[in-house]
């Protein structure tokens, strides 16, 4: 049974571990050890839990993943999704997503960015209904691609476009 639930300062510790250990594969694919999700301390993601939406997939006892939202400007930026590589590849990471989006009524828009070359990220975001709108490289020269998904009317579901 997988449980989401709001994130608080007391769960950073533990997010901190998931994000680091999730985001190792990402600094392997780029041979950038210093992406953010790996150079963030401790304590910035405890400010972060203070000012953002952060969600957390709970399996028994464990929390196996996590995702980030800000709202800014009716957009909410979507960031650090991250789920344990031993539990990747079983939905998690798409229940975290969609339920960030069911939990931010009101936002007509969905921001997120990812790596050009993480094909697997690129082709799970283009099936929630994310498209690409930006390519640029991040500070250290990371390719990034940013793709973004706009609801037309909040249904208490995601838009499945359809
Ligand atoms: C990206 C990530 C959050 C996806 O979560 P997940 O629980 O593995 O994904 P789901 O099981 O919900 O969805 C599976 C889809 O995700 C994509 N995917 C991305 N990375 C994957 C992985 N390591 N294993 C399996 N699927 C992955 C695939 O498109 C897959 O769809 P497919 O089966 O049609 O190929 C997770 O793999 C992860 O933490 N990766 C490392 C950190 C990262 O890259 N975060 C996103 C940065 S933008």
């Not at 339920?99 to 009524?105: G, K, M, N, Q, T």
């Not at 709108?133 to 998904?149: A, Q, S, W």
């Amino acid at each position: 049974m997988l449980r989401i639930e709001v994130a608080t300062a007391a769960d950073a510790g533990e997010l901190w571990t998931v994000q680091r250990a999730a985001y190792v594969s990402e600094a392997i694919v780029y041979d950038a050890a210093r992406i953010p999700p790996l150079t963030e301390t401790l304590e910035e993601l405890t400010a972060r839990v203070r000012y953002a939406l952060i969600l957390k997939a709970i399996a028994g006892h464990r929390l196996v993943g996590t995702v980030s939202g800000r709202i800014e400007d009716g957009t909410c930026h979507v960031g650090r999704l991250a789920v344990v590589p031993d539990m990747q590849g079983r939905g998690i990471g798409t229940r975290l997503l969609t339920d960030l989006e069911a939990r931010v009524p009101g936002v007509t828009r969905f921001e997120l960015f990812t790596g050009w070359a993480s094909a697997a990220n690129v082709r799970l975001y283009n099936k929630l209904g994310y498209v690409e709108f930006d390519r640029r490289p991040d500070p250290i020269g990371v390719p990034l691609v940013y793709l973004e998904k706009r609801q037309t009317s909040y249904s208490g579901r995601p838009d499945t476009g359809s």
